[in-house]
């Protein structure tokens, strides 16, 4: 069963960086595209960064220029660094990861379960 934990969040004043990360396991041949989202509360879901498996990278407008999004292939892991944290990055982060289960298999998607990041002072 394929799972997705998060960790690295909690609270930071503005202006703070966090490092988020996220470890895939469970019966893996291979991660795909792997990413991050987050949801504050009242609001949908939407994308922060999205890593390919060569790393090539896509950033939500929001956070470009502040957060960078890399990976570790060998280990299944993806992680978000996030620097000069603004109020309106409050949320909580879900790490989303594409994974071929066989080597004939297609991708399905998984998420992890969030981890929230507090933007206050």
């Known amino acids: 069963q394929v799972q997705l934990v998060e960790s690295g969040g909690g609270l930071v004043q503005p202006g703070g960086s966090l490092r988020l990360s996220c470890v895939a396991s469970g019966g893996i041949f291979r991660t795909d595209v792997m990413g991050w989202y987050r949801q504050a509360p009242g609001e949908q879901r939407e994308l922060v960064a999205q890593?390919?498996?060569?790393?090539?990278?896509h950033y939500g407008d929001s956070v470009k220029g502040r957060f960078t999004i890399s990976r570790d292939n060998a280990k299944n892991s993806v992680y978000l660094q996030m620097n000069s944290l603004k109020p309106e990055d409050t949320a909580v982060y879900y790490c989303?990861?594409?994974?071929?289960?066989?080597?004939?298999?297609?991708?399905?998607?998984?998420w992890g379960r969030g981890t929230q990041v507090t933007v206050s002072s």
């Open positions: 890593i390919a498996r060569g790393g090539s990278t």
């Open positions: 989303n990861a594409d994974v071929f289960v066989t080597f004939h298999s297609v991708a399905e998607g998984y």
